[in-house]
């Protein structure tokens, strides 16, 4: 079955531990993404990745690192997490059409997590 | 910057009725434009992908049209269910086409 998993789906953490979000899709696409999603505020997007070993910031970036090194993969890493960070995070994939354009992007079921 | 709005941000109808969701884009160079689906507290799923060459794309109940020139997007669902009830996002690429940005989306409620 074609799909793209997260992990953990809920975490609860303190302020500055360290913690990894893992994304994985198993539909060999190029490009993946991560967005943050808070209410009145929309989806928002945090890192892209359009093939392995290239990666460049969304719109939200600050405070988030991302790394690609396998196609399938596109962890996202939180080094030092603050309250602020607290959302509803999602990853994305998609192929890349002509002119690199994103085509239907297929998202993973997201992480629900609350940094006291 | 590409900046993407939806209007209503809610709307209840009754079972049975046609009803229309409305997306407005403000960079009109996009090269396709995605409607998706959203239930509380789930991922998005796909609906409709129409490619900047299309005027509209149809899925079942849905049709999703596209007019570039005047930066809309509609989704019309005929024949509204109780589970058709969810948010529905539409996104657009920026300029260079590698990012999206999205609506806030309209949370739809069709009642039995």
């Known amino acids: 079955e074609a799909q793209v998993t997260q992990n953990p789906r809920y975490l609860i953490t303190v302020t500055g531990k360290k913690l990894t979000v893992t994304c994985s899709q198993n539909?060999?696409?190029?490009?993946m993404s991560w967005y943050r999603q808070d209410p009145g505020l929309g989806l928002r997007q945090i890192y892209y990745?359009?093939?392995?070993?290239?990666?460049d910031k969304g719109d939200v970036p600050e405070g988030y690192k991302v790394s690609r090194k396998e196609k399938r993969n596109f962890p996202l890493i939180l080094e030092s997490p603050s309250p602020n960070q607290t959302s509803l995070y999602f990853c994305?994939?998609?192929?890349?059409?002509?002119?690199?354009?994103?085509?239907?992007?297929?998202f993973g079921p997201g992480t629900r997590l609350l940094v006291l | 910057k590409q900046e993407v709005t939806q209007i209503p941000a809610a709307l209840s109808v009754p079972e049975g009725e046609n009803l229309v969701l409305n997306c407005s884009f403000t960079?009109?160079?996009?090269?396709?434009l995605q409607w998706f689906r959203q239930d509380p507290g789930k991922g998005l799923t796909s609906l409709l992908l129409?490619?900047?060459?299309?005027r509209e794309q149809t899925s079942g109940r849905l049709n999703a049209s596209l007019d570039k020139s005047s930066g809309r997007s509609t989704l019309y669902i005929a024949a509204s269910q109780p589970g058709d009830s969810a948010t529905y996002l539409c996104?657009?690429?920026?300029?260079?086409?590698?990012?999206?940005?999205f609506g806030t989306g309209t949370r739809l409620l069709v009642s039995p």
């Open positions: 539909m060999n696409h190029e490009y």
């Open positions: 996104a657009a690429p920026n300029t260079g086409f590698q990012k999206l940005v």
């Open positions: 960079d009109s160079a996009i090269y396709n």
């Open positions: 994305a994939s998609s192929f890349l059409g002509s002119q690199g354009a994103v085509e239907t992007q297929y």
């Open positions: 990745s359009m093939n392995v070993e290239v990666t």
């Open positions: 129409i490619q900047s060459s299309q």
